[in-house]
Nanobody
Framework: QVQVVESGGDSVQPGGSLRLSCVAS????????MGWYRQAPGKEREMVAI???????KYADSVQGRFIISRDNAKNTLYLQMNSLKPEDTAVYYC??????????????WGQGTQVTVSS
């Protein structure tokens, strides 16, 4: 089982940028599909982006072109570069260390999440 710890959340103004990090430990394999998800108040958790070493990346339509997911297997770290942030990006962001492709279903354990707030 992969354990994850997210960090990097903050409060930013619309149009700003943030980079989230997720450090993974446990049974780590370079071919694990990993992903970022988010949950806004009163809403269900949703997929933001997933990454597969063999299949590439997938993004939610709402973040396509603004967010970039990447991973550094040597550091067991997953990243999410978030640009041109909008108020609707406000949510708690979670990392998951085991995701099913292509449904984007997260089946690994969750971390505590990191809060991102976009507001003027």
């Amino acid at each position: 089982q992969v354990q994850v710890v997210e960090s990097g959340g903050d409060s930013v103004q619309p149009g700003g940028s943030l980079r989230l990090s997720c450090v993974a430990s446990g049974s780590i394999f370079g071919t694990n599909i990993m992903g970022w998800y988010r949950q806004a108040p009163g809403k269900e958790r949703e997929m933001v982006a997933i990454i597969s070493s063999r299949r590439g990346t997938k993004y939610a339509d709402s973040v396509q072109g603004r967010f970039i997911i990447s991973r550094d297997n040597a550091k067991n770290t997953l990243y999410l570069q978030m640009n041109s942030l909008k108020p609707e990006d406000t949510a708690v962001y979670y990392c998951n260390g085991l995701v099913i492709w292509p449904t984007s279903t997260p089946v690994g354990s969750w971390g505590q999440g990191t809060q991102v707030t976009v507001s003027s």
